[in-house]
């Protein structure tokens, strides 16, 4: 099983400040990686599916980059609707699995 | 749009077992193009992969549910389901159903079903 390991735990940013946000995989996975967008209460939306590529209808301030163990999220000038908890997520190999995710809270 | 929509009952007995079920309307769950799936989150902790049914009935499980879990497809009633036999403590969570396109990742999602396992 392939151990998606997600850094920080906690953001803590104001709004208009950049997000980075990284993911590391325990063996190469390519791209085939996504980032999820998680808010109380809800069901995770997709952001980022292939590494790089945004979902339909995400902004433009979310951007997506790495390859084989490496990844990168970046939310660029947070506005308030992003702050809410991030997942990573593997498709290489089944079991699929999640990374543990990071929280990015107002400061 | 696809629309899921998760229901079952949100208590169960330890020992027992878990069924839920997951509506799709604005798509079928006999199309070829896509994979049903559940996936679940313990409270206040990350996503866990659970399996998914194919169009014609072909399953994948997590190695770690194998061995209790069943997803099934009712294509009259455009319905997947889920069963989780001798539950523990431990199966308490969120459940999710979701679609994963063929090689993509889960694009849409319903709004998740809560379920305790307790006496």
């Known amino acids: 099983e392939i151990v998606l390991t997600q850094s920080p735990a906690t953001l803590s940013l104001s709004p208009g400040e950049r997000a980075t946000l990284s993911c590391r995989a325990s063996?190469?996975?390519?791209?085939?990686l996504g980032w999820y967008q998680q808010k109380p209460g809800q069901a995770p939306r997709l952001l980022i599916y292939d590494a790089s590529n945004r979902a339909a209808g995400i902004p433009a301030r979310f951007s997506g980059s790495g390859s084989g163990t490496d990844f990168t999220l970046t939310i660029n000038s947070l506005e308030s609707e992003d702050f809410a908890v991030y997942y990573c997520?593997?498709?290489?190999?089944?079991?699929?699995?999640f990374g543990g995710g990071t929280k990015v809270e107002i400061k | 749009q696809v629309q899921l929509q998760e229901s079952g009952p949100g208590l169960v007995k330890p020992s027992e077992t878990l069924s839920l079920t997951c509506t799709v309307s604005?798509?079928?769950?006999?199309?070829?193009?896509?994979?049903w799936t559940w996936i679940r989150q313990p409270l206040g902790k990350g996503l866990e992969w659970i399996g998914y049914?194919?169009?014609?009935?072909?399953?994948n499980y997590n190695p770690s549910l194998a061995s209790r879990v069943t997803i099934s497809k009712d294509a009259s009633e455009n319905q997947f389901s889920l069963k989780v036999n001798s539950v523990t403590a431990a199966d308490t969570a969120v459940y999710f159903c979701a679609r994963e396109p063929h090689g993509a990742f889960f694009d849409s999602w319903g709004q998740g079903s809560p379920v305790t396992v307790s006496s």
């Open positions: 049914i194919s169009y014609h009935g072909y399953t």
């Open positions: 604005g798509g079928s769950v006999t199309s070829g193009a896509y994979y």
């Open positions: 063996q190469g996975v390519s791209n085939w």
């Open positions: 997520q593997q498709r290489i190999n089944w079991p699929f699995t």
